[in-house]
């Protein structure tokens, strides 16, 4: 890809961001939000000490995926039909924009995902094995690949009148294979065996959804248009 193609994903990004920054509706609404829900299990529950550690996982990709997709989609609701047009008449290509807004989603999902790992840990009594640090690659590719997802399926219903409700209906089954990925991963360091194999299929997983998000990302918005 040409460097007219990487700057303009890096503008598309780099926007994305201040208006987050500007905003900071992702660290003071949504964050919150997230620690509340981790909350609301041992509340309702009263569940032991030992079923709390074993739910803890389980809460967290769960809450990964709920949140995820709400701050995916918040990035994205500012995006019409009408705001594509002048994206069009300004010529910059819709796979840039793909990767531009998949990128700043990514940025702001990674650092709430690794944030969140804290209250799990302190009201599920969780005690993370050796070699926690090892997830770190794992969640990156998991928000990585959460933010292709949301941007793609945020592009197939934009325009639609029920694309709030449609946008997570496509993307909750279609994230099946991250969260299981990330999930086994975890599982396998607890058990003491290696994450390599969970961490190529994420990565796998990653290309394949650039590779959609980008091919199709022309044909989408001359639909849109």
Do not use: C, N
């Amino acid at each position: 890809m040409k460097a007219g193609f990487w700057r303009s994903a890096s503008i598309i990004a780099q926007r994305d961001l201040r208006v987050e920054i500007r905003s900071g509706e992702a660290l003071s609404v949504v964050f919150p939000f997230a620690v509340v829900a981790t909350w609301v299990v041992p509340l309702a529950t009263d569940a032991s000490p030992g079923l709390l550690r074993d739910l803890a996982a389980p809460v967290y990709w769960l809450i990964f995926l709920l949140f995820g997709m709400m701050i995916v989609f918040r990035q994205t609701a500012s995006e019409t039909a009408d705001h594509r047009r002048v994206l069009a008449l300004t010529g910059l290509d819709p796979a840039a924009r793909f990767v531009g807004r998949s990128a700043a989603s990514a940025l702001i999902l990674f650092p709430i995902s690794g944030m969140l790992v804290i209250p799990v840990i302190v009201l599920y009594d969780y005690r993370p094995p050796s070699g926690i640090w090892l997830m770190i690659p794992v969640i990156i590719l998991g928000a990585i690949g959460m933010s292709m997802l949301g941007t793609l399926a945020a592009d197939v219903t934009v325009g639609l009148r029920a694309r709030t409700s449609l946008a997570p209906l496509l993307m909750a089954p279609l994230a099946a294979p991250l969260l299981m990925s990330a999930s086994q991963a975890l599982e396998s360091l607890i058990a003491g065996g290696g994450i390599i194999l969970w961490v190529l299929v994420l990565v796998i997983a990653d290309l394949g959804l650039a590779a959609a998000g980008v091919m199709s990302a022309r044909a989408l918005e001359e639909i849109a248009l």
